[in-house]
């Protein structure tokens, strides 16, 4: 009652005050309940503002429904992606599309016989090596693709340019309630950077568009999970089995919800305008052929034709489509290929097998491929002793598969960048992992100057472009009296590293006019400046070939300050030296580091060939 009461009371002072416009502090309401008092007299203001509030929400949902179901989330979460320069688009460089024949060859623009030999660089446009980081950068991507030129590739197959969904900072984070996906349009920074770096070397890119096993980057169970096939048994068919008849039960190729979801997902990828080009995927010449997916389990012949179909002829693309079906499995399970298989898939361009520990007659395969108007290539070849227990046994496949004109060609599983910091290579355990040139004397480094060799006699190129063998400058990252440590440079077997005392500065023009300033070399083997081995990445005196003594140079110049510099040495014909390299300074007296001076004489960048052959000339 007494709380009534009170009510009351504040109800008939809250009329008094709307009738008494002189009162303006209403001090006899509710004295002992402020709060209450104040809430009662602004109710309308209250109301107001929580009406404002429900229609900006209400809004802000509609928006949300919108935006993220039908287009674009922008969805990074905390993630800062890393900055990716602009490559200035060229044309020349890869002009036309590589087309199929009636005969079941592939030809390039200029109707030449196109033959492809590489590798697999899985991770280009998401990675999962580095802890901390979720986009790689420019650098990497830059270190990658410029390694599998060096190496002979004239084509690169890459998951990650198009297959991207499930995670936060995927291309496609999800599904909206309406049924539609829930795109993140930041996630193809990568993707355009990497597509464009390809373009400007002349690599052409095989880009598979699912997954058939739940990596990192995605796969076929995220559009099944979207569809509402949520229940144990659809992953243990659709991502964990290896029977293909079991995996025929998987809801991904015969649902018409997820095959819808599926084809909104191709559309969106193919449908994308690179900035630097201006055109859409489905019109660019880098792009050498759309994958259906990755070694899919189960994919029969309908669905295969219905995806080559929408990629072809829905949407234009004027690429090559690749079969992404399993081919090794299907063959175990005594599926059609030959004849049954190629006729109903008219739509398909390209059939690919993954060579790991079977042993498949590859050149037979090719010529059944052929026999019905299609190209055959390997599209994952595991070149590591536990498919090929010799390196003659890698060469004898690989000499074998060229004297078959049926095969199109082979891509080798798989490449990786150098770190961005120092210490070497990003690694990854799943013992296929190729870290070029490969350590000197080891059975790694003998197999990839191997597949270099071969490549290039595959493409047609035995005698490359010399500069397409100039390994890039290290980047110096730090430097004290005693060591210096580096960010390694493509393609290089070793460093040279140089000291020399600072007159006045680090530049190349006082190197060259100052006697006192010739520089001094202190190491120029992989067994103390390399990326590999225990010490890869850093030089130091306690295990320099060669120990300088900086401070005592450093001092008889009455300054006290020394200068390094490091050149890169590659494998080739001949070693070839990068002198356009980088140059740090160290001070003593301060323990400053001065980073990225770079030497900017005409001579110390000049390329010059070295007569002397060095260790194992590849």
Same mark, same amino acid.
């Given at each position: 009652?007494?709380?009534?009461?009170?009510?009351?009371?504040?109800?008939?002072?809250? *009329?008094?005050?709307?009738?008494?416009?002189?009162?303006? *502090?209403p001090k !006899?309401?509710?004295?002992?309940?402020?709060?209450?008092?104040?809430?009662?007299?602004?109710?309308?203001?209250?109301?107001?503002?929580?009406?404002?509030?429900?229609?900006?929400? &209400?809004?802000?949902?509609?928006?949300?429904?919108?935006? +993220?179901?039908?287009?674009?989330?922008?969805e990074t979460g905390d993630y800062d992606i890393p900055a990716y320069g602009r490559i200035e688009y060229n044309s020349s460089k890869l002009r036309g599309f590589v087309s199929l024949g009636e005969d079941g060859f592939l030809y390039s623009p200029s109707g030449e016989q196109f033959r492809m030999a590489g590798c697999n660089i899985y991770w280009l446009g998401r990675d999962e090596n580095v802890p901390g980081e979720v986009y790689p950068s420019a650098f990497r991507i830059d270190d990658a693709l410029q390694t599998a030129l060096m190496m002979g590739? !004239?084509?690169?197959?890459?998951?990650?340019?198009?297959?991207?969904?499930?995670?936060?900072h995927a291309?496609?984070?999800?599904?909206?309630?309406d049924?539609?996906?829930?795109?993140?349009?930041?996630?193809?920074? @990568?993707?355009?950077?990497?597509?464009?770096?390809?373009?400007?070397?002349?690599?052409?890119?095989v880009i598979p568009l699912t997954d058939n096993w739940w990596y990192y980057h995605g796969s076929k169970m995220d559009f099944v999970r979207w569809a509402g096939f949520t229940h144990e048994r659809h992953e243990a068919v659709c991502a964990r089995t290896h029977d293909t008849v079991e995996a025929k039960a998987c809801p991904f190729y015969s649902h018409p919800r997820v095959v819808a979801l599926f084809k909104q997902y191709v559309r969106h990828v193919l449908e994308h305008v690179n900035p630097s080009t201006g055109l859409p995927l489905t019109q660019d010449p880098v792009v050498l052929a759309w994958e259906?997916? !990755?070694?899919? +389990?189960?994919?029969?012949? *309908?669905?295969?034709?219905?995806?080559?179909?929408? &990629?072809?002829?829905?949407?234009?693309?004027k690429q090559l489509v690749m079969d992404g079906r399993d081919l090794v499995r299907d063959l175990e399970a005594e599926l059609p290929f030959e004849a049954e298989y190629l006729d109903s898939t008219p739509d398909v361009d390209i059939i690919t097998e993954h060579r790991y520990y079977w042993f498949l007659d590859s050149p037979a395969r090719a010529a059944a491929a052929r026999a019905r108007g299609k190209a055959y290539v390997v599209g994952e070849l595991d070149?590591?002793?536990a498919n090929f227990p010799a390196a003659a046994d890698l060469q $004898?496949?690989?000499?074998? #598969?060229?004297?078959?004109?049926?095969?199109? $060609?082979?891509?080798?599983?798989?490449?990786?960048?150098?770190?961005?910091?120092?210490?070497?290579?990003?690694?990854?355990?799943?013992?296929?992992?190729?870290?070029? @040139?490969?350590?000197?004397?080891?059975?790694?480094?003998?197999?990839?100057? #191997?597949?270099?060799?071969?490549?290039?006699?595959?493409?047609?190129?035995?005698?490359?472009?010399?500069?397409?063998? +100039?390994?890039a400058a290290p980047h110096i990252l730090q430097a004290s009296p005693h060591s210096v440590s580096w960010r390694g440079g493509a393609g290089a077997a070793h460093y040279r590293v140089q000291t020399r005392p600072k007159i006045h500065s680090c530049s190349a023009s006082e190197a060259e006019e100052d006697p006192r300033a010739a520089w001094r070399t202190v190491c120029e083997a992989s067994a103390c400046a390399s990326d590999f081995g225990a010490h890869s990445g850093v030089w130091s005196t306690a295990w320099a070939a060669v120990p300088p003594d900086p401070v005592s140079t450093a001092g008889a110049t009455g300054v006290g300050k020394v200068c390094y510099r490091m050149q890169a040495i590659g494998v080739g014909p001949a070693f070839l030296e990068a002198l356009g390299a980088t140059t740090l300074k160290h001070d003593l007296r301060s323990a400053m580091v001065a980073r990225n001076v770079v030497v900017s004489s005409s001579k110390a960048r000049k390329i010059r060939w070295s007569k002397r052959r060095q260790g194992q000339i590849m």
């Open positions: 009652m007494a709380s009534e009461h009170t009510h009351s009371q504040s109800y008939q002072a809250l *009329e008094q005050l709307e009738r008494d416009d002189d009162i303006v *502090e !006899n309401i509710d004295d002992d309940r402020p709060f209450m008092g104040c809430l009662l007299r602004y109710r309308w203001t209250l109301v107001c503002v929580l009406a404002v509030a429900l229609v900006f929400g &209400i809004v802000e949902l509609l928006l949300h429904e919108l935006v +993220i179901g039908g287009q674009d989330s922008g590739s !004239n084509v690169v197959r890459s998951h990650t340019l198009g297959v991207s969904t499930g995670h936060p291309l496609v984070t999800g599904v909206a309630k049924g539609r996906l829930r795109f993140n349009s930041l996630a193809w920074a @990568p993707i355009d950077y990497a597509m464009d770096r390809a373009r400007a070397l002349g690599i052409r890119l259906t997916g !990755n070694e899919l +389990i189960g994919a029969d012949a *309908e669905w295969t034709q219905t995806m080559a179909h929408l &990629i072809k002829h829905e949407l234009g693309a070149w590591t002793a $004898g496949y690989l000499q074998g #598969l060229a004297a078959e004109p049926a095969v199109t $060609g082979w891509l080798w599983w798989s490449l990786f960048s150098h770190k961005d910091q120092a210490g070497g290579f990003v690694t990854h355990d799943d013992g296929y992992s190729a870290y070029y @040139p490969g350590e000197p004397g080891t059975d790694a480094h003998r197999r990839l100057a #191997l597949m270099r060799r071969e490549a290039l006699r595959w493409i047609g190129d035995s005698v490359p472009d010399p500069t397409a063998l +100039i390994p």
